[in-house]
């Protein structure tokens, strides 16, 4: 996949990950590079998301987007040396808002149906160790070359949490154990129960 980047030169992206179609399926966001793009769907040219950090801050990667069920809003999740975060940028781009108030690791945010919260997997930044996230970089065409390599596909510890939050960030709340699971989801309309896959299959919670 070719993506444009913002000085006007071409690169290709080995990895192309999450890529999520918004909900009227007009413009798809995804992960390249450690950075998230936005195009429109299904022939636009990719644009970076959200706005470049400052060069006084450590490199982070951006991954996991999830749009909001209004299409306004996207969440996604953080990593640098230390750990990362859950942030939030508007469709059009620009500055990301920090929503989690503690570094750690989290996974797979999603919105509940009406909005109102977001649920993700959360553990401590120890919990899955920089060396083993990150996998051998591809060439990074961008001037910061400390940028973090590419997620790769690793199975998460026991020890994760599925959690939820207001949309506009703030103190999580436990909802249970991940069991050793992935992607909290949740079905229709219906907010009341989350789904999640396990390796004894798909699992519900209320």
């Known amino acids: 996949s ?12 080995r990895l192309v990950r999450w890529p999520s179609l918004s909900p009227d ?4 966001v995804f992960s390249a590079m450690n950075r998230l793009y936005i195009q429109d769907y299904p022939s636009g040219t990719p644009r970076l998301l959200t706005s ?3 060069p006084a801050s450590p490199a982070e ?16 999740t953080t ?16 500055a990301p808002q920090t929503l989690t ?21 959360s553990g ?18 961008r001037e910061n070359h400390q940028a973090p390599g590419e997620i790769t596909g690793v199975n998460p510890p026991n020890t994760l949490e599925i959690r939820w939050m207001p949309t506009a960030g703030g103190a999580t709340n436990l ?20 789904y999640f896959t396990t390796n004894r299959g798909l699992q519900s919670i209320t």
């Open 101 to 121: 108030r503690y570094e750690g690791y989290y996974l797979d945010p999603t919105f509940s149906p009406d909005g109102s919260r977001i649920v993700f997997m």
């Open 175 to 194: 909802v249970a154990s991940a069991q050793g699971g992935r992607n909290p989801h949740f079905a229709g309309s219906d907010a009341s129960r989350i």
């Open 25 to 28: 399926g007009r413009q798809l």
């Open 61 to 76: 990667g951006e991954f996991m987007p999830a749009w909001s069920p209004n299409g306004q809003s996207i969440v996604y």
């Open 2 to 13: 070719t993506v444009r980047v913002e000085d006007g030169d071409k690169v290709r992206a």
């Open 124 to 141: 401590a930044a120890s919990d899955q160790l920089y060396s083993i996230l990150m996998d051998t970089p591809p060439d990074d065409h």
């Open 79 to 94: 990593w640098t040396t230390t750990g990362g975060h859950i942030k939030s940028v508007s469709a059009n781009g620009g």
């Open 52 to 54: 470049p950090a400052s």
